[in-house]
């Protein structure tokens, strides 16, 4: 399944954070953008793996519109 990842820089933490809409509050870090990248790829495998755990049901991704540019 495909998830969204949110990526924006941080003056006040001088870093990368990552949120996942589809996942409410989680988010991650990086120094670096592709660091960022890959912790949120991380988080991204660990929250699906826990939800299966957990026998909770994924939440369903999130559809780009169209006509959003």
Known sequence: MKYS?????????????????EFGSCQTHGDSYQEAVKNATEVLKLLVETYKEQGKALPEPLKLDKQVV
């Open 5 to 21: 990842m949110l990526i924006n820089w941080s003056d006040e933490d001088q870093t990368f954070v990552v949120t996942f809409p």
